[in-house]
């Protein structure tokens, strides 16, 4: 069973035009709820950490939220910078288990 | 500080060679992550150290794989025999310890393995 679920796995927008990727999870008890960045042929980069419900933390365009089942990663008028894949991790066994991430595409 | 980094970049070899990908954490950090990554199975942990020592190897797909750190500053993941499909990019991340969770990973750049 999945534990980490992404969505969409592909988000096409237009420069400026709002949007909010999905990330749903089945680990009990949550730890911790990480979001990174990846552009092509890099690493991943960090971006937020979350721990309990009704967190939320901001940077820039970006705002991540965390419910008891899911966060959201809500971009508010993306410029094509923001292009990218996004990828969100729980904590597990004192491990991280990463989604497949959603790759985004903004276009001027 | 320089971050994580990853020797090679890129690496290219033939089915039957012994493939050596090396690691250098950022200097403090006690944790040491190593992972691979797919198109089609994305980002997946292979084994992580605590402190030098092995934590958890559960990822590590074969008896092909084996990670080494001999001290705080160093480590390897050998493949040996290679196989076309451990083509993959391999991360190696490192962090600080998290009583009760864990903390942040930062990643190196990774090292483009084909193996043909």
Redesign the interface.
Known sequence: EDQVTQSPEALRLQEGESSSLNCSYTVSGL??L?W?RQDP??????LF?L?SAGEEKEKERLKATLTKKESFLHITAPKPEDSATY?CAV?W?????????TRLQVFP | DAG?IQSPRHEVTEMGQEVTLRCKPISGHDYLFWYRQTMMR????LI?FNNNVP??DSGMPEDRFSAKMPNASFSTLKIQPSEPRDSAVY?C?SSLPLP???D???????TRLTVL
């Open positions: 730890r911790g990480f990174y042929g890099k690493g991943p980069e960090f950490t721990y990828l904590v066994a004192d491990k991280l288990i990463f989604g497949t991430g | 994580v994305g980002l997946e942990l992580y934590i958890d991360f991340a009760g969770s864990v942040t990973q930062y990643f190196g750049p990774g």
